[in-house]
């Protein structure tokens, strides 16, 4: 088997094992599996609504062609190959398409009761049906499951390539952010993080977050309730920077 070289997102689902303990199968395959196996095609079509930049042909070739799904019980990796000859436009348009996947990812299955936590992050992979294997992906997956909120990181690997990236295009508002990221151990580092939040007029942060985490009977213990107000600081951050740019 070939390896790829690429952009990789590991996310998994808060909460996941409550919500499986708390609710019937009928339920979950209904309300939840629907939803997660369908992932390609609702996304695929909010970003072919919200994108004005590309074309149809540069959006088929990168999303329809290249950009990968892998979604196994509470887990989701994405990935997108960057070939050696691939331009640096063509790397800015894959590393867009891949950004904005991934915040529609994070937005949709917040509001639907599925808060993700997340690491974005660059290197050599090899995926073949239900199975993985990449130092990216191990690297990834560690990152995520330090953090103590629902949220999508960088790791700080891949960060200056992200950033050089985007700085070869002209976008109006940055899709990541610097922030202080509270993780396991009462610890916290600076890191890049997915801009995916902004309110509508009217809107409350802490509400969509408590509607998020306690959704399809979710049980909420105690060591939880703290990743609930890191989400909610969070999202209040990223509203602020919308609202004030």
Do not use: W
């Given at each position: 088997m070939k390896t790829q070289t690429g952009f990789l997102g590991f996310f998994d689902i808060l909460g996941y094992q409550s919500l499986l303990v708390n609710n019937d199968p009928n339920v979950i395959a209904e309300n939840v599996l629907?939803?997660?196996?369908?992932?390609?095609?609702?996304?695929?079509?909010?970003?072919?609504?919200?994108?004005?930049?590309?074309?149809?042909?540069?959006?088929?070739?990168?999303?329809?062609?290249?950009?990968?799904w892998l979604v196994f019980s509470d887990t989701i990796l994405i990935s997108l190959d960057v070939?050696?000859?691939?331009?640096?436009?063509?790397?800015?348009?894959?590393?867009?398409?891949?950004?904005?996947s991934s915040i529609i990812l994070q937005q949709n299955l917040l509001l639907a009761g599925l808060p993700l936590r997340g690491a974005l992050t660059f290197g050599d992979y090899l995926i073949k049906d239900a199975c993985f294997a990449g130092r990216p992906i191990i690297e990834a997956y560690a990152l995520?499951?330090?953090?103590?909120?629902?949220?999508?990181?960088?790791?700080?690997s891949a960060k200056k390539m992200f950033v050089d990236i985007l700085e070869t295009?002209?976008?109006n508002h940055k899709l990541l952010?610097?922030?202080?990221?509270?993780?396991?151990?009462?610890?916290?580092?600076?890191?890049?993080?997915?801009?995916?939040?902004?309110?509508?007029?009217?809107?409350?942060?802490?509400?969509?977050?408590?509607?998020?985490?306690?959704?399809?009977?979710k049980d909420i213990p105690e060591k939880v309730q703290q990743k609930i107000l890191n989400t909610e600081q969070h999202l209040r951050f990223l509203d602020i920077y919308h609202k004030t740019k």
């Open positions: 629907s939803q997660l196996t369908t992932l390609n095609k609702s996304i695929g079509k909010k970003l072919a609504d919200t994108i004005t930049s590309f074309d149809e042909t540069v959006y088929h070739e990168i999303y329809k062609k290249n950009l990968k070939p050696s000859e691939t331009t640096a436009s063509d790397t800015y348009d894959r590393l867009l398409i891949f950004l904005l995520a499951e330090k953090l103590e909120l629902s949220a999508c990181v960088v790791a700080p295009g002209n976008l952010l610097d922030y202080m990221v509270p993780l396991k151990n009462s610890e916290s580092l600076k890191l890049l993080t997915l801009n995916y939040g902004s309110m509508e007029d009217g809107e409350d942060p802490r509400d969509i977050v408590f509607k998020s985490f306690f959704a399809h009977n």
